[in-house]
């Protein structure tokens, strides 16, 4: 056997070796004493140490308490009384907007917000939720705004309420900006484009421009990621 043979039985051999092996190797890459390895999610917003603890691989390590959306009382485009308990154990992605603005980054924003809507539409952990930051957005104008983006409950609810507490939890829950710039003859607000990604213990997983293919893209990757997670959980019973 010339030498031309036994290289070419060699890599014959390397390849198999390999194609056997690499299972098993994606196997230990992926798993990690039975769960999937994979860099979870950042956890957004102002957070403090408990003096509580939990036990990883043998090591005891302080409890961390983050931000979490508090509750609140809001009304959607059919008048029903919502609170955040209403998506208990639900991952929700938010965004702001109120219904007298047209521009072409609100419609870029609900443009997105209408294509998760319909990619995770079958999805039941996924809710989407439009938050309007002008407080005369009454039921029937909330209505109107729904049916011409088709939103649908509870898949998608379209959401309005009072200043106080619109403020409190676009401000101080959401870490969004929203200003009101109304004057006598015209409804007008400055307000953060950001869509919010927030995980089923109501804490913040991710902020996201509104107005960039790269941020929704990103998005789309890290609700998956969430989902996958909160599922995990749910089975780890955490």
């Known amino acids: 056997m010339n030498a031309s043979s036994n290289k070419k ?35 957004f917003g102002p957070k403090q140490v408990a003096s ?24 959607n485009q059919h008048g029903d009384s919502l609170t955040i ?15 007298n603005v047209n521009s072409g980054s609100a ?10 809507d319909k990619q995770y539409h079958k999805n039941q952990m996924l809710h989407l939720v439009s938050i309007s930051i002008d407080a005369k957005d009454d039921v ?9 983006w088709k939103a649908v409950c ?7 309420g009072d200043t106080s507490t619109i403020n409190q939890l676009v401000k101080q829950s959401l870490l969004l900006d929203a200003v009101d710039q109304s004057t006598a ?11 919010v990604l927030l995980d089923s213990k109501h804490r913040i997983r991710g902020f996201y421009d509104a107005a960039s293919k790269e941020a929704l893209s990103k998005l789309d990757d890290e609700i998956k990621v969430l989902i996958a997670e909160e599922l995990r959980n749910i089975r780890d019973g955490r």
């Open 9 to 43: 039985k060699i890599s014959t051999i390397l390849i198999l070796a390999a194609i056997l092996v690499m299972p098993g190797f994606l196997y230990y890459l992926l798993q990690d004493q039975g769960k999937n390895r994979y860099k979870p999610l950042a956890i």
């Open 52 to 75: 509580t603890f939990h036990s990883v691989r043998g090591k005891q390590v302080p409890d961390t308490i983050y931000h979490v959306v508090q509750d609140f009382k809001l009304v």
């Open 85 to 99: 308990d209403s998506w208990k154990g639900k991952v929700i992605v938010a965004n702001l907007f109120y219904s």
């Open 107 to 116: 419609t870029a924003t609900f443009k997105a917000m209408q294509g998760f």
């Open 140 to 148: 029937m104008a909330l209505k109107a705004f729904a049916e011409n």
């Open 154 to 160: 509870p898949k998608w609810n379209i959401l309005g």
């Open 185 to 195: 003859s015209e409804r007008k607000f400055i307000y953060s484009n950001k869509i």
